[in-house]
């Protein structure tokens, strides 16, 4: 092999290798969460979620979508920020994955998500308390 071809394969297998290895925490239309992988304290997950999970508040406005949805998560009982798991594609919403980094020695992670539009509807997956809760290895 070439040291040219050496020097373009080796990052890619090496990035290929790091996107493989991330975890996935994966929420389906219906049903109960999965996690792929192990969630780590300092690392990097991915959040996936089917935006059929959260039908209402779905308002559109001229033929386009005006609602989103966005994860808030939380680690160690702090405070809550928040990443999209849906952007536009024309004018309809698609689902985005969202990658967040867990803090170096966080044991726990929180999340919920919400869903809101224009009109000022606001809805929450979980619908109440208790929210999603996972634990993160050191």
């Known amino acids: ?18 996107a493989a290895q991330t975890p996935v925490i994966s929420f389906p239309a219906s049903g109960p969460y999965t996690v792929t992988g192990t969630l780590r304290a300092g ?10 999970r959260l039908k209402t508040c779905r308002a559109t406005y001229s033929g386009m979508d005006t609602w989103f ?13 928040s990443a999209y798991v849906t952007n536009t594609s024309g004018y309809i919403r698609q689902p985005v994955p969202a990658t967040i980094t867990a803090p170096v020695g966080a044991r726990t992670l929180e999340m919920r998500f919400k869903n809101w539009d224009r009109g000022s509807c606001v809805a929450y997956d979980p ?4 929210i999603y809760t996972f634990t993160l290895q050191p």
């Open 127 to 130: 619908s109440s308390w208790p």
């Open 1 to 18: 092999m070439s040291s040219r071809l050496c020097a373009f394969v080796l990052p890619l297998l090496i990035a290929t290798s790091a």
């Open 69 to 81: 949805i966005t994860v808030e998560y939380r680690f160690d009982y702090g405070t809550f920020q």
């Open 43 to 52: 690392q990097a997950f991915t959040v996936q979620y089917d935006l059929n």
